[in-house]
């Protein structure tokens, strides 16, 4: 099993930073490609970003490219989303996820965290 805790979600103005850690613990070293997905009420989850085991491959949504960056310690277990230039419609909860296979498809994505909470507020 494979847990995983979000945090550094808050309360910020737009333009503003923030960095959102995901902790994990459990058989951790099962895990392979990891990710971020936000989520607004009524709307699906939807893929932000994600990386590789390595932490030398990342995808990011159009929507967040070059604004996000996503990385990984391993040696910690802990992954990371720093966000710059947050606007109003980054405004979501935020999830951690794991895949536990290599070359993981969205579906592959079966372990999430409970949620951090961003609010973005112009």
């Known amino acids: 099993q494979v847990r995983l805790v979000e945090s550094g979600g808050g309360l910020l103005q737009d333009g503003g930073s923030l960095r959102l850690s995901c902790a994990a613990s459990?058989?951790?070293?099962?895990?392979?490609?990891m990710g971020w997905f936000r989520q607004t009420t009524g709307k699906k989850r939807d893929l932000v970003a994600t990386i590789s085991r390595s932490g030398i491959d990342t995808t990011y949504a159009d929507s967040v490219k070059s604004r996000f960056i996503i990385t990984r310690d391993n040696a910690k277990k802990t992954l990371y989303l720093q966000m710059n230039s947050l606007n109003t419609e980054e405004t979501a909860l935020y999830y951690c996820?794991?895949?536990?296979?290599?070359?993981?498809?969205?579906?592959?994505?079966?372990?999430w965290g409970q949620g951090t909470k961003v609010t973005v507020s112009s």
């Open positions: 459990g058989d951790t070293d099962s895990i392979y490609d």
């Open positions: 996820a794991a895949a536990l296979v290599p070359g993981p498809v969205v579906e592959d994505y079966k372990y």
